[in-house]
């Protein structure tokens, strides 16, 4: 299933990633955010209903600017501590700015979201081959889209969506944004359980794919050197 789904983000299909059974037990829509049209944003906001966010490669965020979040609050006196929570104490938050494309509207739309999201994935892209980059003079915030910063060491670090999938993203070759959003169940008003999600990625054919079996794959190419 990890090569299915390692292929399924390479040709700009959605997957479903689950995370693990010790942390959120979420599963997100995740898809490259190149390949992001409104329909995907459609998509991920009616089926999926969670927060819909951008995860970026952690040298991308450093050469780009983007501070977490945390940081940013804690420099303004907001906030105590490093934007800890509950399912993860190891670890903090990964979010980082919120921003809207300067060509948007008002930023929200399908059509404006995409705009920003693949933005986003093209000044990612440029970022880490060398090329000029003014992450600014693209965008504005406050705006829409969620940026997630990933761990320095990735999975070595932090087993969050976030890492899940840049590190698929890295392992499929392909620039490592990638936009996810979590699926939430209408009906109890928590996440969508695991065999829900299945049952969902069965119907649409979509593949499914654990954390466990990221790590596993991830952990191998690290040994093989």
Known sequence: MIDAAIQAL?????????????????????????????????????????????????EAAKRLGLPFAHEVLRACSLVERDGEVPYDPKNHSSFSLWVNHRETYTGVTDRDRALTVTAIAEEVRKSLNGGGHDFAAHFRTPGHMALLRAADRLLDERRGQTELSIALATMAGITPAVTICEMLD???????????????????????????????????RKQQG
């Open 186 to 220: 209408d009906e109890t008003g928590f996440a969508l359980s695991k065999e829900d999600a299945m049952a969902y990625a069965k119907k649409h054919g979509l593949v499914f794919v654990e954390g466990k079996d990221v790590l596993e794959r991830w952990e191998s």
């Open 10 to 58: 390479a040709r700009g299909e959605f997957i479903l990633l689950y995370d693990f059974d010790n942390r959120e037990r979420e599963t997100d829509f995740a898809i490259r955010s190149d390949a992001v049209t409104p329909a995907h944003i459609r998509q991920m906001r009616k089926d999926g209903g969670g927060l819909i966010c951008t995860a970026i490669h952690p």
